[in-house]
């Protein structure tokens, strides 16, 4: 009798899994099919995709001066407890001398990297805001350099090298990039700061010289763009400006590059 | 034919092979709570430190932060149309997240049993089905019984049948009891079910390009009976898989071995050779299905879902015909 009782349960549980598990494996598979094979028509796809978002033709914006942040988590504005960045920063202050309303456009990504900054470029209703662009800001370089700083001592050298190399020669094709649809624009590079000024003779403060004068000999190439450097900024004032991770600016820190790269803006 | 279903369901119940398994599970999955419940408080003081803020705790704020951001992000003009959808999925779970005062940043038993499934489907579940199936019949050859079982009045076939039968009755079993096993644990250790969040599924990445046109949301409970079939049917192909080695050898170990040597091994090799296209065509590497919906490609490429799937269904029908084939005609000399 409870061997029946055992075994009848053991049955209900496995028809009611299997019935559940049924219709489960169905929807795995319509799903995974319809992702996984994009030569399928969208039709497959299971019911109820996402909702169609108000297709509201947004206008390209013509007028007023239009920002652009490209690049890192520094564009992004990571740390700024506000949110803002530098980028919002500059926006605003250019608001005050500006008679025409300023706009920003903010493609920062979090740890992007250079080469991925290229990938981006190939957007084409990205590039159309390149062209429409008045100013242009690109934080960009510092994942590069510090990819090379996480490898074992004895490769640093060599990887180095070839990072600076490659870093190199990705800015120059975003330059040549954003030139080709703009050559009016004024680009403006922040360079990059240092998280050890403490130890002079530190490997990693002679790569991140070399890194930043190599931007800036790049740049000079182009005669609207410069380098804004953040190396001197930070250099006495690191506990001042640095957020609690460590690596970002905070509010203060992201002030200070703002009120620098206002002071570069040419009228 | 009931009956001896029901007569080899309940010889591996005496065998004690599921309490086993559950204790394994008990362990494993009670390692794999405590580890995760470590890793969301690094987290979140890693979060805290990156948003600025001292802790995660007002973890509102740090979402309509986030919230504002992307919303900044999908009015920019210069996005294109599939870079906003994807913004808009995320909006869509943060706004969840606020509005059903759910911390992200928590872990709930939803996302735990899902989690657990992704990650044991590929070796995990397979060892424990080998612990279950391996012996089902070369245990019968080593301790003589299948004399007994053949001189009954019974084809062959249908012996082996009833095992089958048996077999996928069990796997059900297991894979329920690791759902009831995480749940428990994980409701101990999180508190929170979150069986109405949304999960992000479809994403599809053609080339380098993520293309977001298939991302939906869908909600954990749907995701989980996705998950969780999977996990069935992968238990039933490697079911079937041990179930034609313990036809073929006499040896319980020797089938328990091979079955997974050639799981590991099969894993490895599509490491080494990841070129060689019949490596697609191993049943260990298309065992990830659940990969092909949560969105995490990195498997081997020209694997897709569908693929995957009748290369699996192939093995499991293959072997199966193997197993009844040798099983019906061979001598028993045991």
New interface residues.
């Given amino acids: 009798m409870k061997r029946n009782m055992v075994w009848y349960g053991i049955l209900f549980i496995f028809f009611a899994g299997l019935i559940s598990f049924v219709i489960g494996f169905y929807n795995a598979l319509s799903i995974g099919i319809a992702v996984t094979q994009p030569s399928e028509p969208v039709s497959s796809a299971p019911a109820d995709p996402l909702p169609e978002r108000p297709k509201e033709e947004k206008t390209i914006p013509t007028e007023g001066v239009q920002i652009m942040a490209l690049g890192d988590s520094l564009a992004r504005g990571t740390g700024d407890p506000e949110g803002d960045g530098f980028a919002e920063r500059v926006a605003r202050g250019l608001e005050e001398r500006v008679a025409e309303p300023v706009t920003l456009y903010n493609f920062a990504v979090e740890g992007m990297r250079s080469e991925a900054l290229i990938t981006q470029l190939d957007d084409e209703q990205m590039m159309q805001g390149i062209k429409n662009a008045r100013y242009i800001l690109v934080s960009i370089g510092g994942n590069d350099l510090r990819a090379v700083g996480r490898l074992p001592l004895v490769q640093q050298d060599q990887a180095f090298e070839e990072s600076l190399r490659v870093y190199l020669v990705n800015l120059q094709q975003v330059i040549e990039e954003m030139r080709s649809v703009n050559e009016e624009a004024v680009i403006l590079f922040i360079g990059l700061y240092n998280l050890n000024y403490s130890n002079p003779y530190a490997q990693e403060t002679a790569y991140l010289l070399e890194w930043n004068y190599g931007t800036q000999q790049l740049l000079e190439t182009d005669d609207r763009s410069q380098l804004i450097p953040t190396y001197d900024l930070f250099q006495f004032k690191l506990g001042q400006y640095l957020s609690f991770d460590g690596l970002h600016p905070n509010a203060a820190g992201y002030e200070a590059i703002a009120q620098r790269i206002l002071e570069n803006l040419p009228e | 034919m009931g009956k001896l279903i029901?007569n080899e369901?309940?010889k591996i119940?005496y065998k004690k092979r599921l309490q086993v398994i559950a204790a394994i599970l008990l362990v494993l999955i009670g390692l794999f709570a405590y580890g995760e419940n470590y890793t969301i408080n690094r987290t979140q003081e890693?979060v805290?430190?990156?948003?600025?803020?001292?802790s995660a705790e007002n973890w509102q704020n740090l979402i309509e932060?986030q919230l504002?951001?992307l919303e900044?992000?999908m009015?920019?003009?210069?996005?294109?149309q599939e870079g906003?959808?994807s913004l808009?999925?995320r909006a869509e779970q943060l706004q969840f997240y606020l509005d059903n005062e759910v911390n992200p940043l928590n872990s709930s038993v939803a996302r735990f049993m899902g989690r657990f499934m992704e990650q044991s489907v590929f070796l995990f579940l397979p060892l424990l089905i080998i612990l279950l199936a391996g012996d089902m019949v070369s245990g019968e050859v080593n301790t003589g019984t299948i004399k007994l079982i053949l001189t009954r009045p019974v084809t062959r076939w249908k012996i082996l049948f009833s095992k089958l039968v048996a077999l996928v009755?069990l796997e059900?079993?297991v894979?329920?009891l690791i759902a009831l096993i995480s749940a428990v644990i994980s409701l101990v250790v999180f508190r929170y079910g979150g069986f109405g969040e949304p999960v992000i599924?479809?994403?599809?990445a053609?080339g380098?390009q993520l293309?977001t046109?298939?991302?939906?949301t869908i909600p954990q409970w749907?995701y989980l009976?996705?998950?969780?079939?999977?996990g069935?049917?992968v238990a039933f192909v490697i079911g079937c898989l041990s179930l034609m080695v313990s036809v073929l050898v006499q040896s319980t170990s020797v089938s328990i071995g091979i079955m997974m040597s050639s799981l590991i091994g099969g894993s490895f090799l599509s490491f080494f050779m990841e070129d060689w296209v019949i490596t697609r065509y191993l049943y260990t590497v298309n065992l990830n299905?659940t990969a092909?919906?949560s969105?995490s490609?990195q498997i081997v490429e020209g694997?897709?879902?569908?693929f995957s799937?009748t290369v699996l269904l192939g093995w499991a029908l293959g072997s199966l015909a193997i197993g009844f084939v040798v099983f019906t005609r061979k001598d028993v000399l045991a």
């Fill in positions: 029901e369901v309940m119940l890693r805290a430190q990156r948003m600025g803020v001292e932060q504002i951001d900044r992000r009015n920019n003009p210069y996005i294109s906003i959808a808009q999925v009755i059900m079993l894979i329920l599924v479809g994403f599809q053609t380098s293309d046109s298939l991302v939906r749907q009976m996705m998950v969780y079939a999977i069935y049917f299905l092909y919906i969105g490609f694997l897709n879902m569908l799937t």
